[in-house]
């Protein structure tokens, strides 16, 4: 990336993020951590026991892309599901210390969907999960979608809607696409972070974010992470589910991004990895926060790459602030 670039991305975090106005729509989730050490087995059961002396909790899914969007000085509004249970009280507590947008939630007789943790040293010993992952149909999703719609005709300028989809039941067809319907009419971005291989849903965003993975994943046969496959998949992918453009995260081999007749592959450093969860949150919110501040893709993807080299070098769900994101692009040359 060449240094005027540099300099507008620097200028851009620094200045003018907070012209920018995006709504998160998708599973919204409390990631919640168990910090320990493990000296000894169980004389009760032959199992470690791990003396925790730290807990954490923090915005997971859907919410850590707002997390992420917030913390870079972006207006964020967050719309999807949430219990009234413990958990979605911690949950909007955070939203609201971050300053994000959370009236657009809808409550419901589920559970609010929770990540439990458990860390010894720094390997992950255990994961509880507290979810009921059956697709929102009938009042609920119509309450959401009502939500969303009432947003976009109060005349609150959204300058773009990410879709965060982590299978957890907030994403079905009928809400993406009529989320999608209601951005096109408005001529609003639409970008969206996939799960299964069901993409047809997404039919009509403009961008979507998958992982390597993920893009093998609703392919007839398997690639090799190579460039000229991925170019080949992506623009394939794109045609057969009608999304205009496709950026593919792809581990240590950086991302890919195909836009329109344009292609870049922008590549990442050697670096030690500690954790990829959240990776593709920071991501797609870096990288549509660049958009709607009137980046080109290609440097907006270089973005979201620089940001997420920050995030896979901490233990857990994180999200990436303004002043390290500023710091990566001085040390990036």
Same mark, same amino acid.
């Given at each position: ?159 773009? @809607?990410?879709? !965060? =989809?982590? &299978? ?5 067809? #009928?809400?993406?696409?009529? /989320? ?67 950026? @593919?995260?792809? !581990? =240590?081999? &950086? ?5 329109? #007749?344009?292609?870049?592959? /922008? ?67």
């Amino acid at each position: 990336m060449d240094q005027a670039t540099r300099d507008q991305l620097k200028n851009f975090i620094a200045n003018k993020t907070g012209g920018c106005k995006i709504l998160v729509v998708g599973d919204i989730m409390l990631d919640k951590y168990y910090y320990g050490e493990v000296s000894r087995i169980s004389p009760e059961a032959p199992v470690p026991i791990n003396h925790v002396y730290r807990t954490k909790e923090t915005l997971g899914g859907a919410a850590n892309v707002a997390h992420n969007l917030a913390l870079l000085g972006c207006q964020t509004s967050i719309a999807g599901f949430i219990g009234d249970d413990q958990h979605g009280e911690a949950l909007v507590e955070k939203l609201l210390a971050r300053d994000i947008e959370y009236f657009n939630l809808v409550h419901t007789t589920r559970p609010t969907t929770t990540k439990i943790r458990v860390i010894g040293g720094h390997q992950q010993m255990l994961r509880l999960d507290f979810e009921n992952s059956a697709p929102f149909v009938g009042s609920e999703a119509n309450s959401l979608l009502e939500n969303i719609r009432n947003l976009f005709e109060e005349n609150r300028s959204v300058d773009a @809607v990410i879709i !965060s =989809d982590y &299978g957890k039941g907030a994403c079905t067809e #009928e809400i993406c696409h009529k /989320i999608i319907k209601f951005c096109n009419k408005k001529n609003i971005l639409v970008v969206v972070d996939p799960k299964g291989n069901q993409w047809l849903k997404y039919r009509g965003a403009n961008f979507i974010t998958p992982n390597f993975k993920e893009l093998n994943a609703v392919l007839d046969q398997p690639i090799k992470n190579e460039d000229r496959e991925v170019e080949i998949a992506a623009r394939y992918v794109t045609k057969k589910f009608q999304i205009e453009n496709i950026i @593919v995260t792809r !581990s =240590d081999r &950086g991302l890919t991004i195909v836009d329109g #007749e344009k292609i870049s592959h /922008i590549k990442t450093k050697a670096q030690e990895v500690y954790d990829v969860s959240g990776a593709g949150d920071t991501v797609i919110a870096v990288f549509t926060l660049a958009l709607a501040g009137k980046i080109n893709s290609t440097a907006a993807a270089y973005l979201a790459n620089l940001a997420a080299s920050v995030v896979v070098a901490k233990v857990g769900t994180y999200a990436v602030n303004r002043e390290e994101l500023l710091n990566k692009l001085t040390l990036d040359y």
